[in-house]
């Protein structure tokens, strides 16, 4: 594919252009961590009409990790933790990770879950199962790995949380202005279309599912202002990644590992049927179970307004503590932390 | 509980924030150092620096730990403008480490060295126990000649002058990261680890140099904005004309990193009067500056770094705090 074109100038200046006679404020929210970051790569924020406001929701799968799994990971000893980067330095209410490993905890930064079978040849490991639908087939994969391996010393932390839940969440509340949403590309690769039907079936706001790259991007979000002229849908912008029932192999991957719980989110609270526990089949692989370890809501630190950022309640600047105190050297709240974090974002490319 | 700042965490270690940061409120406070140049000029025309190598594989495509020990001190003293001419050099090494390794790596070091025109002539070793040491680190000083009427410093960039880079951006640390974490990249990148001496003497003959930093941790992006804090005058980038090879690119883009923060090892970030055809020319005639293209400019309109993306937005590029680190999806 000659994606190069999905970056072509001209092509997104003409867009660009249509919605310039777009006069009707639109808030519009991108659930997509990774969404927030390619909107401030390319530096589109300021080249949309001054009607339309981009939001960043809830989509980071760093930030809205509780506290509580940062400070249980801390209490292990003689274990080896097998983490994805971005949750390092995610501060919980004894310091971070990365802290602690500076203290002489075991924590291993790693690119693919099964590398964290490759360290449980020799040692026990604890794998941070945190993510969306985007990480948890491959995650659900290496715990099947496990058994097949018949590892002893192995086993999975499951922090995971998926996304249409925290929308029902999120539309669910009242003071939430969003006029659509641009939705995730990666995660709906897995979930498909029909997973946000509900949207506009109970809530009657539209969405978009779209890519990454800047044309997928504008073009979203031109639709997305077609549709307050016309009605709320859900459309597919990402056809080619993305179908109407997604990744079938990948869902039951999932469903023969997994199974729905409720799940705390940092900033927003515990949300009904929001995360992924392992089966008791795979208990054996349960790092709740063999460690004892239950994940609570907790608190923000005073002042942080995570939650609220993370609702699109406000945006970063308007937190008391950004910049100020929070920065991503010295980050109070979690969305300050991963490069995918809203507030990271902001700090980054929005100043 | 202690607080971040209280011990040191790998933060400290990547060239970035919060590298300064312990520089200049532990190091330079107490030495009362005036600049926070990797080298320094010391007596007449004598340059003298000197950097620890604690690389992780011991070899890389491209290079290994003694090439690089040779090459980063060589490129130091050549961003001074200063000739290389001898180099000391201290082991620590792991009880357990293989001689034969040991011989192989101290080879390199010499091959990198001649070929550089630069004679190694005292050092010293001490041996560890085994777990106190990741095999072999390398410490190395060197002492360059600075030639009559060569003062390059960001004193002399003026707004309007161009920033130049002679190739591509990113291939070292890909290279080290494919190979240290397996991602079984076909062909696998190699370093750009290279002596640059040779190079920047041919630049400073044909002229226009103001400044010259090589851009190893921390990026090009370090460089500018540390350029930016000296001179008080703004840089625009220019995405489209950014060298970085495809296969960098998509790796980037997979893992959320972005090749104008990541290190290099053979690159090299020169700040130029505007007139600068024959000096851009001339560096595309030699090996090491094929690629060499002007990436941005120095302007008074702007305060700070910003980078022009390839639909042209405007964004900032900001002094990271720390090392980016890999996303998890």
């Known amino acids: 594919m000659d994606w190069k074109k999905f970056r072509n100038p001209q092509l997104i200046a003409d867009i660009l252009q249509l919605l310039q006679s777009h006069q009707q404020p639109l808030r519009l929210m991108e659930v997509c961590g990774t969404h927030t970051m390619a909107i401030g790569h390319w530096g589109i924020r300021k080249l949309l009409p001054a009607t339309i406001s981009l939001i960043s929701g809830p989509g980071c799968p760093v930030c809205v990790t509780p506290t509580s799994l940062i400070d249980a990971l801390i209490e292990l000893k003689s274990v080896t933790i097998a983490t994805f980067g971005d949750l390092i330095r995610v501060p919980g209410n004894y310091g971070s990770l990365e802290l602690a490993r500076a203290r002489g905890l075991q924590v291993k930064v790693i690119y693919s879950p099964l590398e964290a079978l490759e360290l449980a040849e020799k040692r026990e490991v604890i794998l941070v199962g945190i993510g969306f639908e985007t990480t948890i087939p491959g995650m659900a994969q290496t715990l099947i790995e496990a058994r097949r391996r018949n590892l002893k010393n192995f086993s999975l932390l499951p922090a995971f949380k998926t996304i249409p839940p925290a929308l029902r969440a999120l539309l669910k509340e009242n003071d939430v202005q969003i006029d659509g949403f641009l939705l995730p590309g990666h995660v709906s690769v897995i979930i498909g279309l029909e997973s946000y039907r509900f949207m506009t079936q109970e809530f009657g706001i539209g969405g978009i599912i779209t890519g990454f790259e800047p044309l997928d991007i504008v073009t979203a979000i031109y639709h997305l202002a077609l549709q307050q002229e016309n009605s709320p849908r859900i459309e597919n912008e990402y056809r080619r990644c993305v179908s109407d029932r997604g990744n079938r192999i990948a869902r039951d991957l999932m469903e023969q590992v997994l199974e729905v719980q409720d799940a705390p989110w940092r900033g927003l609270g515990w949300i009904p049927g929001s995360g992924l526990g392992i089966r008791a089949e795979f208990a054996e692989f349960d790092a709740s179970r063999k460690y004892g370890i239950t994940l609570a809501a907790g608190n923000d630190p005073p002042g942080c307004r995570c939650g609220d950022v993370l609702k699109g309640k406000i945006i970063p600047p308007e937190c008391p503590l950004f910049a100020r105190v929070c920065q991503p050297e010295n980050p109070i709240g979690p969305c300050m932390v991963s490069s995918e974090g809203s507030c990271a974002a902001y700090y980054k490319y929005e100043q | ?329």
Do not use: W
């Open chain 2, 1 to 329: 509980m202690n607080n971040k700042d209280d011990i040191i965490t790998l933060g400290h270690g990547s060239g970035a924030g919060l590298t300064r940061k312990l520089i200049s409120n532990i190091f330079s406070e107490t030495f009362n150092l005036p600049s926070l140049e990797d080298a320094v000029q010391i007596e007449h025309r004598l340059a003298v620096t000197t950097d620890a190598h604690v690389i992780k594989p011991l070899f890389f495509p491209g290079g290994d730990i003694g090439k690089l020990s040779i090459t980063g001190t060589i490129n130091d003293l050549a961003m001074k403008g200063a000739i290389p001419r001898y180099i000391l050099c201290s082991f620590i090494i792991e009880e357990g480490l293989p001689l034969d390794l040991l011989r192989k790596i101290v080879k390199s070091m010499q091959t990198t060295a001649v070929a550089a025109r630069v004679a190694i002539i005292a050092g010293d070793t001490k041996v560890v126990e085994i777990g106190q040491a990741d095999g072999l680190y390398i410490t190395t000083t060197g002492i360059g000649e600075i030639p009559e009427q060569v003062e390059l410093n960001t004193g002399n960039i003026k707004p309007g002058d161009k920033i130049i880079v002679n190739g591509t951006l990113g291939d070292h640390t890909i290279a080290i990261i494919n190979q240290r974490e397996s991602l079984g990249l076909e062909p696998a990148p190699v370093s750009d680890c290279a002596a640059l001496n040779e190079l920047v003497q041919m630049m400073i003959r044909a002229g226009k140099i103001r400044f010259l930093r090589d851009a190893t941790r921390g990026g090009v992006a370090t460089i500018l904005n540390e350029i930016n804090a000296e001179t008080g005058l703004g840089i625009v980038i220019q995405e489209s004309d950014l060298p970085v090879q495809e296969s960098t690119r998509a790796v980037c883009e997979l893992l959320g990193l972005d090749p104008l923060y990541m290190a290099n090892e053979g690159k090299l970030l020169a700040v130029v009067a505007p007139d600068c055809e024959f000096l851009l020319e001339k560096m595309r005639n030699h090996p090491l500056g094929k690629k060499s293209v002007i990436i941005g400019r120095v302007t008074e309109q702007e305060r700070k770094v910003y980078l022009k993306t390839e639909i042209g937005g405007l964004r900032p590029l900001p002094l990271l705090a720390s090392d980016p680190l890999p996303r998890i999806c």
